[in-house]
Structures are given as structure tokens and as C-alpha cells.
């Protein structure tokens, strides 16, 4: 079946550094993406989202970037902090009728940041 | 800020015992989810309702899970018996629908001996 991947298990970077974050989705009815952030004892949380009529999204320290034709995602980190160290997850949003109002969020296994003081 | 509220946090039981997880929305949401979230499997849905009305559960195992929404402030997870391969952290998340995203709860971390 279809489904969400992550390309990087894991990722270490240096404070200050920029970080990205992949993914790879194969749903090719997704219109709608999410990037969560997961922190150890708590829920996912929400941080930046985007559809598919967009290719960039801004938000504040993070861009994520959309290129439908090759089905891929990425979220940037600007200034990486340690506060960042996180399991960031991708999401898709597959509609389950047109009108948009049904849908079905499915996520990737999760990439480890890791931020190195 | 608003958000989702999972009760218990913590639970530990025994093989066949019941277990009950709930949900309390945040007010204004009409879309509520289960997850379930392991190591080995990542965060897999359960279920899925919308105004309160199940829409999916294509995930759960209908022999001994159940999901239910009372009202309009209170999702239930329900595992009987339970097993030891139930062991894992359950999400619950509400949404407004369509193009937004999900506010998760804390979870309740599930541990069957």
C-alpha cells in the first residue's frame, strides 16, 4: 500500500547550524501535509503545515518545502537550538471526498534531531 | 491554550484484565482520532470520528477494541481483554476537519503484563 517514509532516521547537527529534515510520500491523492514535533513523554505537536497548491511555507525558524513531482517534503530548521532536539514526524492528509471534509492523516516512522551544544 | 486531555496517563494491568482510555476534545473540535504509537510500528490510527460519529476504525481490532464517543466532550478507547502485545502509547488528537491540522493529547502509556 501506500505510505509516508522518512529518509534519515536520525540527524545530529551543531547549535546554530541549519537542519533538514525529509520525507517521502507516495500518496499521490495527498493534498495536505503536516510536520509534528515530538518531544519524550508528550504528544506530537504541531508545527508547520502546507497543501498542495503551495510548494513553500514559512513560518517562524521553520520553511517547509513541497516538490510534488518527485513526492517529497522537507522541513528546514533555521538556527537549530537544543530546545529543537526532537522525533519530528511527517503527515499526509489523504481527503476521503472532495468536499474536503473527511480525511485520514497518515504519519512517517520519524526522524530523531538531535542538537549538539 | 486549548487542548486535548487524556486520562490516565499511566496504565499498568494484567493480561485480560479491561482497560479504558479517555478523550476529552478540545471544545470546538467535530473530528476526533485514536493512534496508537510503538517503536516498531510508529503511529498507527485506530479509529476516526467525525460530529461524534465513527467513521474508521478499519485499524482497531474489532474483536477486542472499541471506540465510542458519548458526547460531544468525551472519546472512550476501550481494550477487553487485553494483551500483552496491547502495550504501547495511545494518542488521541481533535481537529476542526479539512485543511487543519491535529492537536494531540499527552497520551496514555499502556503496559500489559
Known amino acids: 500500500g501506500e505510505s509516508v517514509g522518512l529518509h534519515l532516521p536520525t540527524l545530529s547537527v551543531q547549535e546554530g547550524d541549519n537542519s533538514i529534515i525529509n520525507c517521502a510520500y507516495s500518496n499521490s491523492a495527498s493534498d495536505y501535509f503536516i510536520w509534528y514535533k515530538q518531544e519524550s513523554g508528550k504528544g506530537p505537536q504541531f508545527i508547520i503545515d502546507i497543501r498542495s497548491n503551495m510548494d513553500k511555507r514559512q513560518g517562524q525558524r521553520v520553511t517547509v518545502l513541497l516538490n510534488k513531482t518527485v513526492k517529497h517534503l522537507s522541513l528546514q530548521i533555521a538556527a537549530t537550538q537544543p530546545g529543537d532536539s526532537a522525533v519530528y514526524f511527517c503527515a499526509e492528509n489523504h481527503h476521503l471526498n472532495s468536499g474536503g471534509s473527511n480525511y485520514k492523516l497518515t504519519f512517517g516512522k520519524g526522524t530523531l534531531l538531535t542538537v549538539n551544544p | 491554550d486549548a487542548r486535548v486531555t487524556q486520562t490516565p496517563r499511566h496504565k499498568v494491568t494484567e493480561m485480560g484484565q479491561e482497560v479504558t482510555m479517555r478523550c476529552q476534545p478540545i471544545l470546538g473540535h467535530n473530528t476526533v482520532f485514536w493512534y496508537r504509537q510503538t517503536m516498531m510500528q510508529g503511529l498507527e490510527l485506530l479509529a476516526y470520528f467525525r460530529n461524534r460519529a465513527p467513521l474508521d476504525d478499519s485499524g482497531m481490532p474489532k474483536d477486542r477494541f472499541s471506540a465510542e464517543m458519548p458526547d460531544a466532550t468525551l472519546a472512550t478507547l476501550k481494550i477487553q481483554p487485553s494483551e500483552p502485545r496491547d502495550s504501547a502509547v495511545y494518542f488521541c488528537?481533535?481537529?476542526?476537519?479539512?485543511?487543519?491540522?491535529?492537536?494531540f493529547g499527552n497520551g496514555t502509556r499502556l503496559t500489559v503484563t
Open positions: 488528537a481533535s481537529g476542526e476537519g479539512g485543511y487543519s491540522p491535529l492537536h
